[in-house]
């Protein structure tokens, strides 16, 4: 595997969580091409596949595609209003917000306390209808 397939496999995870299929959409690069890229056979990428990646997701850096330095997302200059961008993992400007990658971290892991509240009110719920269903019962 070489180095340009390495920073596939990144772009894959961080970006789109694993899903070849989504990667390819956005990309335009056909999803069978992509799987011989980021799977087992670690095909190199043609330069027409590694245009399409760098015309198809504006926030990826080509220098750090290519080359490995640099960081994987341009600085937020280069980037510029992005809101109408359908990439998981971008930054977005407009409507007087700016949400960043890492507020898209932080916002996951608000996500996720939420979702435990939420188990804890329906067991709370499901133990309130049980007493319920006792007191119902035991009145009869």
């Not at 390495?6 to 956005?26: D, H, P, Q, T, Y």
């Not at 220098?63 to 640099?70: A, V």
């Amino acid at each position: 595997m070489n180095e340009i397939n390495k920073r596939l496999i990144i772009i894959l995870n961080e970006m789109f969580k694993g899903n070849v299929s989504e990667f390819a959409r956005i990309s335009g690069i056909p999803q069978p091409t992509l799987n011989n890229i980021v799977g087992n056979r670690f095909s190199k990428p043609s330069s027409e596949n590694l245009e399409r990646l760098i015309n198809s997701i504006d926030i990826i850096d080509a220098n750090w595609l290519l080359t490995g330095k640099g960081e994987i997302m341009k600085n937020k200059q280069q980037i510029g209003d992005i809101s109408s961008s359908t990439v998981v993992g971008a930054n977005v400007n407009g409507n007087g917000n700016n949400i960043t990658h890492n507020n898209f971290n932080e916002m996951i892991e608000l996500q996720k306390g939420y979702q435990d509240l939420l188990r804890k009110k329906d067991d709370h719920i499901s133990d309130l209808l049980m007493i319920i269903k006792n007191v119902t019962t035991y009145g009869k």
